[in-house]
């Protein structure tokens, strides 16, 4: 799986770049828009055509969940710390039949030892991070988590295979896409060498299984 995190701040023609994204297949898009309120939340959610409602991931004002028909919400690790040990109550009032939820991690014993089932966790910075500088890369190894986790932080054509190669069932993009000259072209690109690298991962496993 692919998940493209927004920019934090609106960039030029970004709902354009957005359906673009969507239409070369994009199916994991995390709203995450830290400067805006819910009302602004609902413009950009409604300036995107509505069939794609259901590939967006909300991280703030969960509520619009009840609004629109989105893909899931996902959880920031303070608001994880903050709300997760009573989930019951927590999502009482929102309605999550057939929803994803997700969170995220900075420490892989914290992402193991966490008791909530998650659908798919987001653990960085595997690599040195593209859009934070000096947010230094740590490596993570997650082979041998038994969990659904997506590898962010430094993700571009070069690290698709090595992230993988650590464990990871997916890559998270932000600085890889949004930070490049040509957005959706990046995109496809990583794409194209991600599934190129689950192809082969999969071609490897059926001839360990065959000796």
């Known amino acids: 799986m692919i998940v ?9 023609n970004e709902i354009a770049i957005l359906h673009e994204l969507f239409q070369q297949g994009l199916n994991y898009y995390h709203l995450r828009k830290p400067f805006k309120n819910y009302e602004e939340h609902c413009d950009y959610l409604n300036a995107i055509d509505s069939k794609y409602h259901d590939r967006i991931v909300v991280h703030l004002h ?7 028909n989105l893909k899931g919400l996902h959880f920031q690790e303070q608001m994880r710390i903050d709300h997760i040990d009573n989930p019951g109550q ?4 929102l309605d999550m039949y057939g929803k994803t939820i997700s ?3 900075h420490d892989p014993n914290v992402l193991e030892d966490c008791e909530f089932e998650f659908d798919y966790h987001l653990l960085s910075p595997v690599f040195s991070s593209i859009s934070k500088k000096g947010y230094k890369g740590k490596g993570f190894d997650v082979n041998t988590i038994d969990k659904l ?7 571009d054509n070069a690290t698709v295979k090595p992230t993988l190669a650590l464990g ?8 890889g896409v949004w930070n490049m000259e040509k957005p959706v072209q990046s995109f496809v690109s990583l794409k194209k060498q991600y599934d190129t ?3 082969e991962q999969k071609k490897a496993s059926i001839r360990n299984k065959s000796y």
């Open 4 to 12: 493209v995190i927004a920019p934090e701040k609106d960039i030029p």
């Open 62 to 68: 969960h509520q619009l969940i009840n609004d629109y």
């Open 90 to 93: 927590y999502f009482k009032s």
């Open 103 to 105: 969170s995220s991690f």
């Open 149 to 155: 986790i997506v590898g962010m932080g430094g993700i």
């Open 168 to 175: 990871y069932k997916g890559i998270g993009v932000l600085g």
């Open 197 to 199: 690298a689950v192809h």
